[in-house]
């Protein structure tokens, strides 16, 4: 419990992490710049903002595949596709995307959800393969 007190948000990460660049960069010693930015608590760092971006961003590919599966659902040709000059995505490419959103989700803390998301991505195989 007092382990999720404590953890940084990403932007504190980013900026300790700059910070730590640029000290790093005006000082001089005999180990490189790059072993010295990558020890292991600055790899953990690192690691955990590229999994808050990519959470980002399979948040907003399953709230814009959202959007079109509405827009199938409601017959608006301005939701169904992204610009109005752009074909339209198909709704399986939209439900596949939503489906590969929830099963990212889903295991982005935890593995307890394992099995779930295992299930998404083989009913995104299945709606693939019944499409071909």
């Not at 419990?1 to 404590?6: E, G």
């Not at 590969?100 to 995104?124: D, E, G, N, P, Y």
């Given at each position: ?6 953890q940084p948000t990403l932007l504190s990460d980013l900026i300790r992490f700059a ?54 659902l409601i017959n608006d040709d301005e939701l169904v596709s992204l610009y109005s000059n752009q074909a339209p995505m198909k709704a399986n490419t ?39």
């Open positions: 419990m007092l382990s999720n007190l404590h910070n730590k660049v640029e000290r790093l960069a005006s000082s001089e010693g005999r180990r490189t710049l790059r072993s010295r930015l990558l020890d292991k608590d600055d790899a953990s760092l690192i690691r955990d903002s590229l999994r808050y971006i990519s959470l980002i961003f399979a948040v907003l590919a399953g709230v814009i595949a959202s959007l079109v599966l509405l827009g199938w939209a439900l596949s995307l939503v489906l590969l959103s929830f099963a990212f989700i889903l295991t982005w803390r935890s593995q307890s959800w394992h099995r779930t998301a295992q299930a998404c991505a083989a009913m995104v195989g299945l709606l693939s393969l019944a499409t071909l």
